[in-house]
């Protein structure tokens, strides 16, 4: 009787719609922010290798802790949770690896993003790095974790929460128990993030789907995992295995992360690997395989891509209360002790160009030689 009643519960669940999470936003007014050439103007096909997968680089991964928008309760965040984990990766990426990952605020895109970015009830990545780009920076998780509430939503404890855009709502520390005289308070400096440059892989009207799966991978390989639109119906009973279903539709309502790409030596099918945002206990530990080449579920119409702008490394000390908080630098007796400071980020294409003019004028030298 009671496995009975669960199969029921599990159907009901099963058949629930997919609630469509992808919402482009009234404020998201700029949808690009170019300077440094694009990866697939400087990496032809054959200078990318035909498996790369950012969690295995020579048995080392490069990819940020894996995520889950639905607890403690529904949420449909999955654009943030794409766009932000993308960005962590690639800042992990640029750090090759070194020191604690930076996790990034994705409470504080729901906090702060309702105009440009998105809510519970759907939005767009690029959106997420307009945001930032805008307001300057993103704090780190540390200063806001996630609760899976925006100011609409009405479920679980949402309706207790406020999630306006406010300093405490970016940062806070509360300094102890309420009844003993604590308080939560807003932080005035803080370890944070910067984007430096966003938007989306183009699709040329005379691009074949293969076209745009060639700069798709240039952009993986070169610069770190993307965030794509897909249709997520097809993943929610994934059971393993590369999805290559033509019968499947291309119109999307979902957002994840694309980690890395390959081909399937079985059947030399061409594949991405996907990481989504519905915990590990998902698909093959959170990720999954989708056909690629040929706009499955609709994922290549729509990737976007973020680079970095500078992330800190050392603070200047806050109390706990918050009451004494770092400022930019710290002195002792005049002398200056340490400063508030971030890396900051160098666009790849630096070096895989200058590779390439150190390349070619060996060649011319070995011509001249001759
Ligand atoms: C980021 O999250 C991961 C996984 O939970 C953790 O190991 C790491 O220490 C976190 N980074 C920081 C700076 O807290
Ligand atoms: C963000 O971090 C940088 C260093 O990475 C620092 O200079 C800046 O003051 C920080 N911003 C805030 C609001 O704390």
């Avoid at 020579?58 to 403690?72: A, C, E, R, V, W």
């Avoid at 409470?107 to 805008?134: F, M, P, R």
């Avoid at 990720?287 to 690629?292: C, S």
Wanted: hydrophobic letters at 35%; aromatic letters at 10%.
């Amino acid at each position: 009787m009671k496995f009975a009643l669960l199969t029921l519960s599990a159907i009901t669940a099963a058949n629930a719609e997919y609630f469509n999470e992808i919402k482009v936003m009234e404020g998201h007014a700029k949808k690009m922010h170019v300077v440094n050439p694009l990866p697939h103007t400087y990496l032809m096909k054959e200078e990318i290798p035909e498996n790369w997968n950012w969690d295995n680089v020579d048995g080392k991964s490069y990819l940020t802790k894996h995520l889950n928008q639905h607890i403690p309760h529904y949420c449909g965040s999955c654009w943030a949770h794409g766009a932000i984990s993308a960005l962590a990766d690639r800042i992990k990426i640029a750090r090759q690896g070194q020191g604690h990952d930076i996790n990034l605020s994705i409470q504080w895109v729901l906090n702060c993003g309702s105009d440009k970015a998105g809510s519970c009830h759907g939005g767009y990545h690029t959106g997420v790095y307009e945001l930032i780009q805008d307001f300057g920076y993103i704090p780190f998780d540390t200063c806001q974790p996630y609760l899976a509430c925006s100011a609409e939503s009405k479920e679980g404890f949402c309706e207790h929460i406020d999630t306006s855009c406010s300093a405490v709502n970016t940062c806070r520390t509360c300094s102890g128990f309420s009844d003993s005289g604590g308080d939560c308070v807003e932080l005035d400096y803080f370890p944070n993030a910067t984007v430096a440059e966003y938007g989306e892989i183009e699709t040329h009207w005379t691009d074949t789907w293969e076209d745009v799966a060639h700069k798709i991978r240039a952009e993986i390989y070169a610069r770190g995992p993307v965030a794509c639109t897909i249709n997520a119906d097809p993943l929610r009973d994934y059971e393993g295995g590369i999805i290559d279903d033509d019968s499947a539709s291309t119109s999307t309502n979902h957002i994840v992360s694309i980690v890395g790409y390959g081909k399937d030596e079985e059947t030399g099918k061409d594949y991405w690997i996907i990481r989504n945002s519905w915990g590990e206990y998902w698909g093959d530990m959170g990720f999954a395989k989708v056909v690629a080449g040929k706009n499955m579920l609709g994922m290549e119409a729509n990737v976007a891509w973020v680079t970095p702008g500078s992330y800190t490394v050392e603070n200047v000390p806050c109390s706990e209360d918050g009451q004494i908080c770092g400022g930019q630098a710290q002195t002792h007796g005049g002398k200056l002790v340490r400063t508030f400071h971030g890396e900051s980020y160098v666009d790849p294409s630096v070096k895989f160009i200058a590779q390439k003019v150190a390349a070619a004028k060996a060649k011319l030298a070995a011509r001249t030689h001759n």
